[in-house]
């Protein structure tokens, strides 16, 4: 049983994981951070120097902006710089107009922007901004979290400087000592009332895919298997309905919808894939408002403890993670005890690793797809007790071993794919 203050602790870092998001994460962090260094610039901005880790820049370059139906960072940038309000966090282009889109267009067709890639640093979320107008300027940096400001200068007066120390939400991360069987204990013994939260992610996911089936965004996944040849294919069940409602929030959120979804550890797909597939699940099996909280805390601090170890960005898709714990989820709701969810987790890991991160744009739908099918297959396998043995590839016969495993592929085995990738990326 785990104590009173370990049950507190984590309850604070899923909340802090766990945040509305409206567009994807990576270019709504820059018009974030463009909007504080405009702010703090306090006048008219007549040009902005943005400087971004070669990850942001791959999740940036060809992505929804919400509400502009444009992509790609120019106009995120711009936004942030015209109209941008940082009090508003992660959701600051919620309320963006087209005139105010207008305005961006101008801004960036008059040269006013410049993208680099910032060499020379080893966080792979870091943004760093300077608006300039009248002579003066300010500078601000986001690293490490997309919403965390490291960096504040003003006129070359430091108004904040944490880059040297870690934040406070770094600090509680880094010191809270998940495993697979603490994730599973705090999901399955903590008293409900201190989970039910979760339910707000759902719920508000589960709206996020009812509007999006309104109309078709992006590569239309979800319609596509909702039409003659899907359904001839595929057919109407469970299963297929579980990669619908996913894939077609992601269609919607990658598309740059307008609707706010929640977010898992910096990722409003994570966030998705984490609750959809449960959720589904759960209520086509009717399970008790219970099963359906404890189940959803599983496959969201399961993804929470992964992300510890990969990192935010990483050359690995985050649908694998993200994937990884809504089979856990869903294989709790089918009856798993402890050693079924831990088989989940393996097949997991020992099927889908390995995917590529090739940047934030709509086709990631077609990956969630993937990944919510794999989900559904690995925990069906694992409840009729078959799992990757350690004797296979680089599943380990501990699971915390295991998804070390995992993470030492996508930090360091998958290096050289990341510069890859983004050098394919930028020069098409």
Known sequence: MLSTDKRTRIHLLMQQEIIPSIGC????????????????????????????SANVLKNALGVGIPGTGMTGLPIAIALGALIGKPEEGLELLKHVTSEEVEQGKCFIKEGRIEIRQQTGITDK?????????GGESAVTVISGNHNYFSYIEK???????????TSKEDQTENNLPLNFRTVYEYAVESPLEELSFILEAAQMNRKASVEAMLHNYGHNVAGSLKNRNGLHIFGDNLHTRMVISTAGTCDMRMDGGLIPVMS????????IAATMPVLIYAENESCSDEQLIRALTLSSLLIIYIKQQLGRLSALCGCVVASTGSSCGITYLMGGNYEQIVYAAKNMIANITGMICDGAKPGCALKIASGVSTAALSAVIAMENEVVTSQEGIVDEDIDRTIENLARIGNSGMQETDKLVLDIMTKK
């Open 25 to 52: 994460t990576e270019p709504v962090a820059v018009a974030l951070c463009t909007a504080k260094a405009s702010s703090t610039l306090g006048i008219k901005v007549e040009k902005v120097e943005a400087f971004l």
């Open 125 to 133: 979320l870091y943004i760093r901004i300077r608006c300039s107008g």
């Open 155 to 165: 006129n070359g007066e430091v108004l904040l400087d944490r880059s040297a120390s």
């Open 264 to 271: 898992n550890s910096g990722s409003g797909n994570q966030g």
